[in-house]
């Protein structure tokens, strides 16, 4: 099968053939119609994992997946050929991935059926981004009328937690820059803040006593831990200490992405029913990845797609 490789620590994307992957028996095969670029990739081809996560090379790239279920083991009861699924790929060693024409993965996997209403390219995109997006948001405990700080919004997660913060009654303030305010404002954003500009002076302004809440996707984690007031909440995506945030009363935590068959099912309904839209600025084949590498790279609004049967 076709499929866009890292051969080594530090290298790819590369466009390829590669064995074709058969199923055991507690496992379901999926023909991929789609996925999407995240940040993993990106660490993958740079050869962050390297001593951190097991690999076996080839790599195939794409942490996403949606496409058709197209052959299951023999023990598998939850999943029939010919249904449409979507997920996250979470296997170990590193070596199965969403950028292949055939994905092999245990039945009991973080997968969820597509429902009606959702096409297979929206579903490939919403896996990782909106599985950290809601592990960010759980960390934080949001209640109505707070103030919430996303550095970071213009990208696919931040996408997700603008609209979930919005829904939940918070007033958000976004990071972007001036050609990206219109973007964070249709998905919710209260406020939009320059990032290029000293970012503590417009969010003082704002919140003079400091933000209720601060959910770090980008930029600088000690800068942005500043701007929360004593007693509130911080979460990123970075390995943090959380100590030196006790003597504020700040609870602080550092989040990742974990996505599961019931999370899936409920991000695909609010799309499926029209409360969380997912924005694709561009959608790439399997020979266009290494574009989407250097796209993503330059910074995204919302998702970068890749059709694997384009």
């Known amino acids: 099968m076709r499929a866009v490789v890292s051969e080594d ?5 590369t466009l390829t053939e590669v064995e074709t992957p058969a199923p055991g028996p507690s496992d379901i095969r999926i023909k991929v119609s789609g996925s999407s670029l995240n940040g993993f990739d990106t660490s993958l081809v740079r050869g962050l994992f390297n001593g951190i996560l097991p690999h076996r090379f080839p790599v195939v790239l794409g942490r996403d997946f949606a496409g058709t279920v197209d052959a299951v083991g023999a023990d598998v009861t939850t999943f029939a050929p010919e249904q449409n699924v979507f997920g996250v790929v979470l296997t170990f060693p590193l070596n199965a991935g969403g950028f292949g024409e055939y994905l092999v993965v245990p039945a009991e996997h973080s997968i969820a059926p597509i429902p009606d209403g959702v096409d297979v390219t929206t579903a490939g995109v919403i896996g990782l981004a909106g599985s950290a997006a809601m592990a960010a948001l759980d960390a934080v405990h949001l209640r109505p009328g707070e103030t919430v700080l996303v550095s970071g919004a213009t990208g696919g997660v931040g996408a997700f937690i603008l609209q979930l913060a919005t829904a939940a009654g918070t007033v958000v303030i976004a990071t972007a820059t001036p050609a990206e305010t219109d973007h964070v404002r249709r998905l919710g954003a209260a406020h939009v ?4 500009k000293d970012l503590a002076a417009q969010v003082r302004a704002l919140a003079p006593a400091g933000v209720d809440v601060a959910l770090h996707l980008a930029g600088d984690p000690g800068t942005v831990s500043d701007l929360v007031a004593d007693g509130g909440r911080f979460a990123t995506l970075l390995p943090i200490d959380a100590s030196p945030f006790a003597c504020r009363g700040i609870t602080a935590t550092a989040v990742a992405a ?14 499926a029913a029209g409360r969380l839209v997912v924005p694709i600025q561009r959608s790439y084949t399997m020979a266009e990845v290494p574009q989407a590498f250097a796209d993503f790279a330059a910074g995204t609004l919302g998702k970068l797609a890749v059709q694997i049967d384009a």
């Open 258 to 271: 974990q996505p599961n068959p019931a999370g899936l099912t409920s991000l695909a309904e609010a799309v």
């Open 193 to 196: 803040i320059d990032h290029t």
């Open 9 to 13: 620590f530090g290298s790819g994307p």
